[in-house]
């Protein structure tokens, strides 16, 4: 199982970012997915996440600005991210709670650079 993320990128404050993270190799079923982030020196946390009846929660610092989703035909979850700010910059990576053949296991996708300037 394989977790790719994209849409990352240097952006100007209040302006928007899309990320994408595709989920592929053998999936029976993924239930949780989310977004996290991880800023120099900090720890990572979360920043929003979506069940698979598409029930959300989102970090205080990111409620009425970002907007999680996901098409579970495609096994992608969206991160839609308006009103950008400088103290959202990070690196963002997806995470997945997904059960194929070996059983329930949760993965980490590879980390996507965001860069909010000033």
């Known amino acids: 199982v394989q977790l790719q993320a994209s849409g990352g990128g240097l952006v100007q404050a209040g302006g928007s970012l899309r990320l994408s993270c595709a989920a592929s190799?053998?999936?029976?079923?993924?239930?949780?997915m989310g977004w996290y982030r991880q800023a120099p020196g900090k720890q990572r946390d979360l920043v929003a996440v979506?069940?698979?009846?598409?029930?959300?929660n989102y970090a205080d610092s990111v409620k009425g600005r970002f907007t999680i989703s996901r098409d579970n035909a495609k096994n992608t979850v969206y991160l839609q991210m308006n009103s950008l700010k400088p103290e959202d910059t990070g690196v963002y990576y997806c995470?997945?709670?997904?059960?194929?053949?070996?059983?329930?296991?949760?993965?980490w996708g590879q980390g996507t650079q965001v860069t909010v300037s000033s």
């Open positions: 995470n997945a709670d997904i059960t194929n053949w070996m059983g329930g296991s949760n993965y």
């Open positions: 979506i069940s698979g009846g598409g029930m959300t």
């Open positions: 190799g053998s999936i029976f079923s993924i239930n949780v």
